[in-house]
């Protein structure tokens, strides 16, 4: 679903990630791990076809993101860490927003709002600006807005930062639901912990490069998804 090859994208004399090769394929949970600056946004970042890369390709579901970028995002969900949405509307009018971008029918997009606002409890807030969330209520309509046209791939730059516990707990299980159904879920986390319990397949990254990657078991061995990662990180 998602394939990375020789993905370069070089900051002045830094290469912010360096030949990286990743394969994320349909029905899977891939977790990306690394510390701050490893090139985890950069890559999350040009897999959406938001930021330019100097070397390699990109292809979502066989489509290359630097041929066909609207062929490839329309398949595709992107939640940041920090959603920056448009304070000016109020919740349902931005989910209706992304729903007209993505040419949904009215009847599906009420079914699907309705399901995830009453999921993730914001319907009685989706009348409300925009500007008067809390972190959490904006990350909760982020997620919503990206579920609204069903993609095919879902792309998360830490997706539990700001969630409550029971908030994060219905992510979780969301994520599961849509991987059985055949999309696929890229997402960089710090929760290390989340990841080692919720992921089918795990990259760490240290300065731009990959240093391990595969099944969850294959990486942590016998240890912990933690302790590999502390190891590695010295």
Not at 134 to 150: E, F, R, T, Y
Not at 179 to 207: M, P, Q, R, Y
């Amino acid at each position: 679903m998602l394939k990375i090859e020789g993905l370069t994208k070089v900051y002045g004399d830094k290469k912010a990630v360096d030949n990286l090769d990743l394969h994320i394929q349909k029905g899977e949970i891939y977790g990306f791990i690394g510390h701050n600056g490893a090139g985890k946004t950069t890559t999350i970042k040009a897999c959406c076809g938001i930021l330019d890369f100097d070397q390699g390709n990109i292809y979502v579901d066989g489509i290359n993101i630097k041929k066909d970028p609207l062929g490839c995002k329309s398949k595709i969900a992107y939640i940041p860490d920090n959603p920056d949405l448009y304070n000016f509307m109020t919740g349902i009018q931005y989910l209706n927003f992304i729903a007209d971008i993505f040419q949904i029918s009215k009847e599906i997009r009420k079914e699907r709002i309705e399901k995830y606002a009453q999921m993730f409890e914001i319907q009685k807030d989706l009348a409300s600006y925009i500007s008067t969330y809390s972190h959490g209520m904006k990350q909760k309509l982020a997620i919503i807005s990206a579920l609204v046209h069903d993609p095919k791939l879902i792309i998360m730059d830490e997706p539990f930062v700001g969630l409550d516990p029971k908030a994060s707990f219905q992510l979780k299980n969301l994520m599961k639901e849509m991987c059985l159904k055949g999309s696929s879920i890229f997402f960089s986390t710090h929760v290390l912990e989340v990841a080692e319990k919720l992921c089918d397949k795990v990259a760490i990254i240290k300065n731009g490069k990959r240093i391990v990657s595969g099944t969850m078991e294959q990486v942590k061995g016998d240890t912990s998804l933690e302790e590999v990662f502390l190891e590695l990180e010295e």
